[in-house]
């Protein structure tokens, strides 16, 4: 038989896949188990002569022939065993080409022809390739590279398509449109026939994608084998084919099963190949075996026992299982389907290459070629029970990894049709398409949890578990898809790292944050329900304040919030049973019946409407909440902590970025916004350290008095001191030295407030 196919090297050919392969004393077992069979199997090949020659006659009268049954009708092995070694008969022989396309049908087919095409071609096929890595919009070039090398083929050829389903599941619809323009030159090709192999409940699909009328002509429906002389020739032809016998009294019991089983004719290989296995020198396959491995309903769990109890021997097999079925499962409309994976993942990684090589052995996997592995059959998926399991459990997980991949694909070929013609509406940005951050978040965990890997601690300026992931996903993430998956909070912060952002983007850049739930560090609240701060520390040092002659401060360690307190953290206070209204926070302090108007209350804007007794009691809150005393507590700044911290201490900066005005760098009156912002939308205008928004958005309360700025006791309505300047007020208000007085019962929408841990003022 003259058939052109390149046989994978290694382990590939050596396993039960080969249908016809050696069984463990050296003998050959005709029985393939899950796998299919392949053309060199094609003399341990019975029970579908009637299927074969249907689909001869079909080739005769078309290039074309789209083979559709259920999952186990034994589909790939009726045309690799049975119709390509009827056409490898005929004069000149056959060029026998499988392929599964999956999500790059035209890549796959290239490299298909580079191992088995015309050595004429694959100068061609290379520099279309190439061109394809650097652009997925080249699939035309691959096209027109592919359909010439078909051209070449000097004898008859078969393509095989198997497993068409994985287009529709796979490939991004754009890739399979394109893959279906492809299919129209190809079928001109006189020596050419095209064969598709695909599962029943795809139908659908592949009408849309052939139409009526080519579907109409070349479809060919195969049912389960339900026919006993079938059955009978399948259970004990290849048997016979090697001179072994099959006891009448199995034959009496398998026939049944069989029958009842619907041909599902992985079931039974599989049996017969375990049956093989421990076949009797004289009397062949017998009754007692088939007894002894639970009969064909138990067929997989038994050789699956034989594989736990190995797995279970060796922790290193059983961690490898998580990331390998992770690699081989996925899931559409709900039901598990096979994936391939690439073997290349093996060399980093001895306890996964064990585990296949394992798998492999037993006839769990097989080869789909040089480079890729996948599940021998689809009925694993439901009869191995560690695999169904797992595939239960992860179910929606791996549902949504397959919606990324596709999503990522087709935002990759909108970004690239983009650069180089117009679409409705002008030309798309580079980001159209790409996930917001309420999408990515979710396929970030589902993608990190088939990772199968501890999630890594948050980053310093980030707690949320989805950027978490991200960092523990990205560096082995698949380069369209990393783009695709960037999250777009820290795209966001990218854009406020620039001073060319404008006052009106930042704004929307800070709503945008509120929207999805700012993921940062210090605006929000902790899992407790308490206020999240984010701590600086502050040295010691000696400060001037303005306006009081040569009087010097002494500034001690202390502790500083990032940001002034978020809305989303004085509600805390104010809804919590022992907040706002206990009266144990408001010791020689006013207390009124309602707290401030909750104006522009984004979670992630500064509290305003604040009064000093206010924040006062909020410090007082918190500290007892936090079960703090003694030597350290939550208290406001007084004003000189707060301008040394402002002024990067000993650098004395006139503003806390440096000495010149910047308009880009805070929220005064100059930014035209009119109102507060989401805190931190200016980190260049930081002072040293990382303390944000000292200057604009809001004035902050300090703890002294103003005109005695020694005072620091609590009671009393003298004017209390404020410091940062807000969005209503000038450059000059802005300075780290600019001091300014306002009544401690009293509210305003420009005020505001920033916590300390440091030594307290008061007494406990």
Known sequence: MNVARETPGGAAGTGPAAGGAPATDGVVNPYPGLAAFRPDGHRFFFGRERETERVLERLTASRLVSIVGRSGTGKSSLVAAGVVARLAERPGGLAYLPCEPQSSPFRQLAELLLRSGPVAARVALRAALLENERSVASEEHLAQAITVALRQIPQPALLLLD?????????????????????????????????????????????????EDLLRASLLVLGPITSEAALRAIITGPAAALGVPVQPELLAALLPAA????????????????????????????????????????AIESVAADIERLIEEDGELDAA???????????????PTRRIFDVAALRGDPPLARLVDLLRRQGFLVDGDDRHIELAHETLLSHWPRLRQWCARHRDSLALRRQVKQAAREWRRLAEQSDREPVAGGYLEGSAGRWRWEQQRPALLALHELAHHPLPPAGGDFGDAGIAAWHGLAAGMEKYVHSFLCPEPLALLDELAVDGTAHERREEIGLRLNQMGDPRRGVGLAADGLPDITWVDIAAGEVEIEGLGQHRFAVERLRVARYPVTWQQYGAFVTAVDGYRDRRWWRRLVQRKQPGEARWAGNNYPAINVCWADAIAFCRWLSARWCLGGTQVVRLPTDWEWQWIAQGGASQRRYPWGDDWQSARANSHESGIGRTIAVGMYPLGAAAGGVEDLAGNVWEWCLNEYDVPGNTRVGGDRPRALRGGSWLDFPGDLRCGRREAFPPDERDGDIGFRVVLAQPFEPA
């Open 259 to 298: 029958i009842a089983a619907r041909g599902a004719l992985p079931l039974i290989s599989l049996t017969l190949e375990r049956l093989y296995e421990q076949r009797h020198p004289e009397q062949g396959l017998t009754l007692e075996a088939y007894q002894r491995i639970g009969g064909l309903a138990s």
């Open 321 to 335: 299982c998580p990331r390998l079925f992770a690699e081989l499962a996925t899931v559409i409309d709900q039901l």
């Open 163 to 211: 497993q068409f389903e994985e287009l529709f599941i796979c490939t991004p619809p754009a890739t399979a449109r394109g893959f279906r323009a492809l299919l129209d030159p190809l079928l001109a090709i006189d020596t050419l026939h095209i064969v598709l192999t695909l599962r029943s409940e795809f139908t659908a699909r592949l009408l849309e994608w052939l139409g």
